[in-house]
């Protein structure tokens, strides 16, 4: 059964998750703000829920159309088929937003979709009251300049919860966001990749888990595994792919350190459940510290910034510090710093090669990138 899909994303990450969505081998129809839409089957719904890296969510597409009163909210809702996937015990309660259009209470376009899908139901089954006790079919609705899109989530909890990081220091960067810069530093995997402000560990280990070939998704559920409509098996295929394509073997070598030792302690204990501790240097020092030994390699950072750990004096000090270093002491290193910070330059002393804005949350940020020169 082909059918639409829908992955959701932090703005700026759509091409990278488009990107991903090919690799996997299926066709993108559309790529949007915050949103990429491709052709798939149930197993396109298990692969891409274990092996997209960048992206938020994963929905199947139930219907688009433009809406601008209660009364076509409801008609276009009611007439999809709900029935294809809700069945008479389960539970589809709804949720979405609402940006520049007419309906514009979110309270109200939830209470009449609600009202639309239980009325479909009804007719579908011939019954009056859904005791909602079964599996979970969440509805989302966006609403953007009165056009609608109606979706069922597959995923449960967002993608950028891997599983691995039960516990994080203050302001974790999202596992989404830190595989997105990861992967535009396009570093070696049998070469030296390096974060000096580790954290909780998450850039690091998402650039183990690129080495090795882990699927993000490995070790955890997701809502579409209880749905009547796919087989168990698919599940399971898609589980023993993705396992069977781990590379043990990688080479890449990874130095993560922070002056912080609880960071190291979470950053030590992350790395082991990911399963990817036997790539990394784990140690306590400060980034005037890290001298790597080799000549050339890949860093890669979020280091502290103003609404982050550290006022805006002292960031700015630390920004100056960094660029001091890098320049200095390691010159055929690249260098990749994600920061909301728009005068980094002027503090870093150096103006960079390329830069590339991406969200962290609801913070504009960019990733300022800086080519070593001999790499």
């Known amino acids: 059964m082909v059918m639409e899909l829908i992955i959701t994303t932090l703005f700026g990450m759509e091409a990278l998750v488009a990107k991903e969505v090919r690799k996997l081998g299926y066709e993108v129809t559309e790529v949007t703000d915050g949103r990429v839409t491709f052709l798939g089957d149930y197993t396109a719904i298990a692969r891409c829920n274990l092996w997209i890296r960048c992206g938020e ?198 130095l993560a350190s922070d002056i912080d030792p609880e960071a190291i302690r979470l950053t030590t204990h992350n790395a082991k459940v990911a399963g990817v501790s036997n790539l990394m240097e784990i140690s306590e020092k400060p980034v005037a510290e890290f001298f790597p030994k080799n000549p050339v390699g890949t860093i890669c950072c979020n280091p502290p910034y103003g609404e982050r750990l550290l006022d805006e004096k002292a960031c700015r000090i630390l920004y100056k510090e960094m660029g001091q270093h890098f320049r200095k002491d390691l010159p055929g290193w690249s260098v990749f710093v994600l920061t909301p910070e728009e005068k980094f330059e002027d503090c870093y002393g150096k103006f960079c090669d390329k830069k590339r804005k991406l969200y962290n949350g609801m913070i504009k940020c960019n990733l300022f990138q800086y080519f070593g020169e001999k790499n």
């Open 57 to 254: 969510r994963l929905l199947i597409k139930m219907g688009e159309a433009t809406v601008t009163t209660f009364d076509e909210l409801f008609e276009f809702t009611k007439h999809l088929p709900w029935e294809d996937w809700i069945e008479k015990e389960d539970a589809f309660p709804v949720k979405g937003y609402s940006l520049k259009s007419k309906l514009f209470s979110v309270p109200g376009c939830q209470s009449v979709i609600k009202k639309a899908v239980v009325s479909a139901l009804e007719e579908s089954y011939g019954q009056k009251w859904f005791p909602e006790s079964g599996t979970l079919y969440q509805i989302e609705f966006s609403l953007i300049k009165d056009k609608l899109t109606l979706m069922i989530d597959t995923s449960g909890q967002p993608l950028h919860k891997r599983g691995y990081r039960k516990n994080s220091n203050r302001a974790p960067l999202k596992e989404t966001i830190a595989a997105a810069i990861v992967t535009l530093t396009h570093f070696r995997y049998d070469g030296v990749f390096a974060d000096p402000f580790c954290g909780s560990g998450t850039i690091p280990i998402e650039a183990g888990l690129i080495a090795k070939n882990i699927a993000p998704g490995i070790h955890r559920d997701f809502s579409a595994m209880q749905f009547a409509q796919i087989p168990k098996k698919v599940w399971k295929d898609a589980k023993e792919e993705a396992k069977s394509l781990i590379r043990e073997d990688s080479k890449l070598k990874i």
